[in-house]
């Protein structure tokens, strides 16, 4: 399975943009970019993903580099709730989601 | 969207006990779903794949006739934790993908998870 890194942390201000990154330089043409985010005590929750081309839903913006080796997870307009933890995961042909670290995103007021 | 339902949400058991914990697709049919496992601050580990109306396949270092993995339908799989101890208390988490989907671009949906705590 292709690997991805992201920081552990990050901060937010409340109404600003957040942008998460995410390094899978080894992810392979049939893989697809997927990010999930979790809040505390709950299930994750489907945020987007995206093959090649950039993607945008109710939630958030995915921009995915020419080389696909790296993403970005866009959150417009962040707000106290978004705060939660963060997974960009490379998805296997086997269907199965493996969760590296993530990347904790607290919006601060 | 597609909704996964798990149940109990939380529960105790005595130790020793064993302990059903289910998860369904509400408005989908899942021929697959997984299992994880998430201990505090920790990030989710998967336990199994479960496939509908065959054995559930572990990963390494599950013990198989510990976690009992049921997949009877294409709507419900249930992980049972037999002789249930301490160290099993955790954060039990199920997923499932939509039926015939072999591509990856298809979404799969998590549970809202089953809080297991062992006495």
């Known amino acids: 399975d292709a690997k991805t890194t992201q920081p552990p942390s990050m901060d937010c201000a409340e109404g600003r943009a957040a942008n998460l990154p995410c390094n899978h330089s080894?992810?392979?043409?049939?893989?697809?970019v997927y990010w999930y985010r979790q809040i505390h005590s709950q299930g994750p929750q489907y945020i987007i993903h995206?093959?090649?081309n950039n993607e945008t839903n109710e939630m958030a913006s995915l921009i995915i580099t020419e080389d696909r080796k790296s993403s970005t997870l866009i959150l417009p307009h962040a707000t106290l709730r978004d705060t939660a933890v963060y997974y960009c995961?490379?998805?296997?042909?086997?269907?199965?989601?493996?969760f590296g670290g993530g990347t904790r995103l607290m919006v601060k007021p | 969207g597609a909704v996964v339902s798990q149940h109990p949400s939380r529960v105790i058991c005595k130790s020793g006990t064993s302990v059903k914990i289910e998860c369904r697709s509400l408005?989908?049919?899942?021929?697959?779903m997984f299992w994880y496992r998430q201990f505090p601050k920790q990030s989710l580990m998967l336990m199994a794949t479960?496939?509908?109306?065959?054995?559930?396949?572990?990963e390494q270092g599950v013990e198989k006739d510990k976690f009992l993995i049921n997949h009877a339908s294409l709507t419900l799989s249930t992980l049972t934790v037999t002789s249930a101890h301490p160290e099993d208390s955790s954060f039990y988490i199920c997923?499932?993908?939509?039926?015939?989907?072999?591509?990856?671009?298809?979404?799969?949906?998590f549970g809202e998870g089953s809080w297991l705590t062992v006495v």
């Open positions: 997923s499932a993908s939509l039926r015939g989907t072999g591509s990856s671009g298809n979404t799969i949906y």
């Open positions: 080894t992810i392979s043409g049939n893989e697809y």
């Open positions: 995206g093959l090649k």
């Open positions: 995961i490379v998805r296997n042909a086997g269907n199965m989601l493996t």
């Open positions: 408005d989908f049919q899942a021929t697959t």
């Open positions: 479960s496939n509908e109306g065959s054995k559930a396949t572990y």
